[in-house]
């Protein structure tokens, strides 16, 4: 059974009783429920307004909502080839005609039934199991499309509204899924990117070689066979077999038979420097700044299609990068062992009483959208903060995890002073380790408490969480 949820405007409710559904207006977005069988119908919507409904739908987290098929019905939507690849059907025909709602159920319900195979999973944190999901659910080959509305110069329109950005992130991303096998690139183009700013809209400029002037004066170099002498067309004066040779004087009879144009030259109109081969200098349109050829980025741009690999995960949960190099590098327990350890420190220590413990809670919420950032150096750059928690960690300590980005530690015959030591250490080195990304690094939060040998586990982690 389908949920029908139009979105127009202003929510009209008169259009969505016909379906017996909801309706919203486009503002409404953050009221929509995750319900099973859900369809969103855009009606009336410009294109602006169907990008918006799009990217609105698809940043949710429930897979149930950013899964949904979206069916765009206007016969005044531009057919473009962006547009129509950003909804999963863009139709002209009146939205009340059985020929539509037929089309649109031929779309949709294999979405619906791939939606329905998945495991119940309340939300999906992660870009790129995101992506990886909304490929699988339609069974669909990703194909780039040259775009003005992109800096990299191509968009990827069905996973676009995925990204709050219209920057290089799902790029980053693909590079990501690509480096894990979990989809397969295959070569569309090859790109030069401004080093600055990642631009691909390039301004390719010939200067002089002496000083950097772009008013140049371009000319043919003339070579008179007879006598030997080259000099620049405007020297030899006149048209065809008016030209005459400044050195000797005879008159040039054709190309080819006394003389011939090998090259051309050039000439500064700022100062005055003839020369034969100038300098290329790059001005980008986004940033403003030069540059040499030799400075750009270059970059392959890709189709993706989902491996073997990449479908498991996207039916049974991609695992969380960093969670992955933390279990290799530090042996993460789950949490029932952590809360046994835990429950054992607490009884030596009110035993013994001669050494006290601390609990400390890691938590690194900007942790996701790194994926979108680091693309194929996600795997380098998290491996680096994960040998440096584990260079500051002792081989006695104890880690599980809560979450994908938050992670309990028991630091074993520590106390409050020096475990304050070495997560202030683990905020210095996260600082530098993403130092391009200050905005993660800033989120970065930890806490300690002290193990009270009276309390028990659970009262010990809900101080933490407070």
């Known amino acids: ?23 919203l207006a486009l503002a409404q977005l953050d009221m929509l429920e995750p319900a099973p069988g859900l369809v969103i119908v855009a009606l009336g919507l410009d294109e602006q307004g169907v990008l918006a409904l799009c990217r609105g739908i698809r940043m949710r987290p429930e897979p149930r909502c950013y899964l949904a098929p979206i069916v765009a019905v206007d016969r005044y939507l531009p057919q473009r080839p962006e547009l129509a690849s950003t909804v999963d059907l863009l139709l002209e025909s009146p939205l009340s005609s059985a020929a539509t709602q037929t089309e649109i159920e031929r779309v949709a319900d294999p979405i619906l039934h791939a939606i329905d195979g998945l495991p119940e999973v309340g939300r999906d944190a992660n ?4 992506v990886l999901r909304y490929l699988w659910s339609r069974n669909l080959e990703l194909v780039p499309q040259p775009s003005s509305g992109n800096v990299r110069g191509y968009v990827y329109p069905p996973v676009e509204p995925f990204f709050d950005r219209s920057d290089e992130s799902a790029f980053q991303v693909l590079d990501f899924l690509e480096a894990e096998h979990l989809v397969r690139g295959e070569f569309v183009d090859h790109v030069h990117l401004c080093h600055f700013c990642g631009s691909a809209f390039l301004n390719f400029v010939e200067t002089c070689p002496q000083c950097e002037g ?12 007879p006598c030997g002498y080259m000099g620049n067309s405007r020297e030899f004066g006149g048209d065809g077999r008016d030209k005459i040779c400044p050195k000797c004087g005879e008159r040039l009879r054709g190309l080819g038979t006394d003389y011939d144009k090998p090259s051309l030259v050039y000439s500064c109109r700022s100062c005055r420097h003839v020369f034969q081969e100038p300098e290329i200098a790059t001005l980008c349109y986004n940033c403003r700044r030069p540059g040499r050829p030799e400075d750009l980025v270059e970059r392959d741009v890709k189709r993706y299609a989902l491996t073997a690999l990449g479908e498991h995960s996207a039916v049974h949960g991609l695992d969380a990068l960093f969670h992955r190099l933390l279990d290799e590098r530090l042996h993460l327990v789950d949490m029932e062992t952590f809360k046994l350890f835990l429950q054992v420190e607490a009884a030596r ?16 919420p900007g942790l996701q959208h790194l994926y979108a950032r680091f693309g194929s150096r996600a795997r380098e750059v998290f491996g680096e903060f994960a040998s440096i928690l584990k260079g500051v960690l002792r081989m006695t300590d104890i880690v599980a995890s809560l979450s994908d980005t938050a992670f309990l530690i028991l630091l074993v015959e520590t106390p409050s002073e020096g475990a304050e030591v070495a997560m202030r250490r683990l905020r210095e080195e996260a600082g530098r380790v993403f130092a391009d990304e200050a905005e993660v690094a800033a989120t970065l939060r930890t806490k300690i408490v002290p193990v009270d040998p009276e309390a028990d586990p659970e009262s010990c982690i809900e101080a933490l969480l407070a």
């Not at 127009?8 to 008169?14: L, P, Q, R």
């Not at 870009?127 to 995101?130: C, I, L, M, S």
């Not at 220590?349 to 690194?364: D, F, G």
């Open 1 to 23: 059974m389908k949920s029908w949820v139009v979105v127009t405007e202003n929510g009209d409710h008169g259009v969505a009783a016909h379906f017996g559904g909801q309706a």
């Open 349 to 364: 220590i009110r035993r013994y009483k001669i050494s006290t413990s601390t609990v400390a809670l890691l938590e690194l």
């Open 127 to 130: 870009v790129g199991a995101k």
């Open 214 to 225: 772009k008013d140049l004066e371009r000319d043919d170099l003339v070579h008179h066979f």
